[in-house]
T-cell receptor
């Protein structure tokens, strides 16, 4: 089973709203990732968690706040977003953070900021 | 930073035919990993095939195979006996042996015609 699930599938929010994206995997993976993908563009890495600790933050604005409550769950809290933050947000996981490990992606959450 | 170039924004192939998608990359490293990911219209990113740079043998996975030319820094994907379900955006990705991020190319949109 190589399944990564993400909820919700679609999200529309205003610039003053607070919302959260959820990602879950039950493969025993200890590394989890958030990517942002704009239309017709490749994914761009935002955050990496390794063993539930934030290991990489790719200079992402503070209006995006990741959280890893346990080894299976990864959240992305959103607050005061801008319309240009509208994108597909992809979660991925791998056995570890090692470069040799394959990353498995979830289906994504399509976010629209009005 | 390593760059990945996919020079074919769009490709088209007839069902049952063979198509090759090109990918080149720029790196000064000797140890790294290369991946092809497929992203169908449903948007879930799926691993197609991976190649370790230290392996001379080209990776194969059923109808998918790669032509890995390390000296030329080329990593093309061949799809044999193309099927309608192969229609998708294909991303080539590079990951440094000491790195954490997947560096994606801009993608090639593959159309499969009956």
């Amino acid at each position: 089973d190589t399944e990564v699930t993400q909820t919700p599938k679609h999200l529309v929010m205003g610039m003053t709203n607070k919302k959260s994206l959820k990602c879950e995997q039950h493969m025993g993976h200890r590394a989890m990732y958030w990517y942002k993908q704009k239309a017709k563009k490749p994914p761009e890495l935002m955050f990496v968690y390794s063993y539930e600790k934030l290991s990489i933050n790719e200079s992402v604005p503070s209006r995006f706040s990741p959280e890893c409550p346990n080894s299976s769950l990864l959240n992305l809290h959103l607050h005061a977003l801008q319309p240009e933050d509208s994108a597909l947000y992809l979660c991925a996981s791998s056995t570890s953070q090692g470069a040799q490990e394959t990353q498995y992606f979830g289906p994504g959450t399509r976010l629209l900021v009005l | 930073a390593q760059t990945v170039t996919q020079s074919q924004p769009e490709m088209s192939v007839q069902e049952a035919e063979t198509v090759t998608l090109s990918c080149t990359y720029d790196t000064s490293e000797s140890d790294y990993y290369l991946f092809w990911y497929k992203q169908p219209p449903s948007r879930q990113m799926i691993l197609v095939i991976r190649q370790e740079a230290y392996k001379q043998q080209n990776a194969t996975e059923n109808r998918f195979s790669v032509n890995f030319q390390k000296a030329a820094k080329s990593f093309s994907l061949k799809i044999s006996d193309s099927q309608l379900g192969d229609a998708a955006m294909y991303f080539c990705a590079y990951r440094s042996a000491g790195g954490y991020a997947l560096n994606f190319g801009k993608g090639t949109s593959l159309l499969v015609t009956p």
